[in-house]
């Protein structure tokens, strides 16, 4: 299901809902007497503006948002919430000459002809994707390097990471060494896993 509509837009509550089965892939609900518990996988994709107006950090519009607007507008998403999403990226407004004269990249094909090869190692390697991974089998096909290991531990010291904060980033980094057909996760899958999180809750 795709619903267009920019994530703090929902109510705090109705976004609080989606804990359990972003963590369990299942969800409970419960009605006086009874209770019932239905799958729920799904894969979450969302996305919002920096303020309420969307030209926070903006290079050349000026944002009109006062600082409670948009720590307000920031809070609708909890910190528990944002420890079960595995990635957030931030996309900057692009500069007309950077529309005009855009980089050359990687092209679509090249990237899902490399995914697919991924996601055949992880099947092939632990009879499921890397996000399926549970607690025990993450400690079995996600080992790391001393570099890693120190660059992880410093990590979570540092931002006071949770443990499922730092099993997330093990999965990730599994999935980067996946995507670069390495067989072990380096200090710069790590390294780049950790870009992927959010420190600011």
Do not use: W
């Amino acid at each position: 299901m795709l619903v267009k509509s920019k994530i703090p837009e929902f109510d705090r509550k109705v976004l609080e809902v989606l804990r359990e089965p972003l963590e369990s892939g299942h969800i409970t609900i419960s009605r006086a007497a009874r209770q019932a518990t239905f799958p729920a996988q799904f894969q979450l994709i969302a996305a919002m503006n920096p303020c309420p107006c969307g030209y926070y950090g903006h290079y050349n519009q000026r944002c009109r948002c006062t600082p409670e607007q948009i720590l307000r507008y920031k809070n609708k998403l909890s910190g528990p919430l944002l420890d079960r999403i595995d990635m957030n990226i931030e996309v900057p407004a692009l500069k007309p000459e950077e529309i005009s004269h855009p980089h050359p990249g990687e092209s679509s094909m090249n990237m899902r002809s490399r995914v697919e090869l991924a996601r055949q190692r992880q099947l092939q390697r632990q009879q499921k994707t890397n996000a399926a991974l549970g607690p025990l089998e993450i400690s079995a096909f996600c080992q790391l390097s001393e570099q890693a290991n120190h660059l992880l531990q410093t990590a979570l010291q540092k931002f006071s990471l949770s443990a499922r904060s730092y099993h997330r980033i093990l999965k990730v980094g599994r999935t980067i060494a996946d995507l670069a057909d390495s067989p072990h996760i380096s200090d710069a899958h790590i390294a780049e896993a950790l870009q992927y999180r959010r420190y600011d809750y």
